[in-house]
């Protein structure tokens, strides 16, 4: 079985800073597109960032220039830093990822974890 647990969330005051993970474990083979999703309250989930296994990325244009995704393929770890947070980036944040694994292939998503700036 296949879990993916974020960590990183909390408060922080507009203009601040945060960096989520997101590790994958589990009888893992291999694990193609990972991505960051958000949910705010009273909106539709919205893609923020997502990467494939081979580094190309893709943003939200909301978060163009202000959030930075990485991953370490060795350790199955997915990273979203993020810089100049606004109150409008207050949401949870859930990743997920495109994984080949002992069932097979089928995406997989964590739990999320909640961010919120606000003064």
């Known amino acids: 079985q296949v879990q993916l647990v974020e960590s990183g969330g909390g408060l922080v005051q507009p203009g601040g800073s945060l960096r989520l993970s997101c590790a994958a474990s589990?009888?893992?083979?291999?694990?193609?597109?990972m991505g960051w999703y958000r949910q705010a309250p009273g909106k539709e989930r919205e893609l923020v960032a997502s990467i494939t296994r081979g580094g190309d990325t893709n943003y939200a244009d909301s978060v163009k220039g202000r959030f930075t995704i990485s991953r370490d393929n060795a350790k199955n770890t997915v990273f979203l830093q993020m810089n100049s947070l606004k109150p409008e980036d207050t949401a949870v944040y859930c990743c997920?990822?495109?994984?080949?694994?002992?069932?097979?292939?089928?995406?997989?998503w964590g739990q999320g974890t909640q961010v919120t700036v606000s003064s």
């Open positions: 589990g009888s893992i083979y291999r694990i193609y597109n």
């Open positions: 997920n990822a495109d994984v080949w694994a002992a069932p097979g292939r089928r995406t997989y």
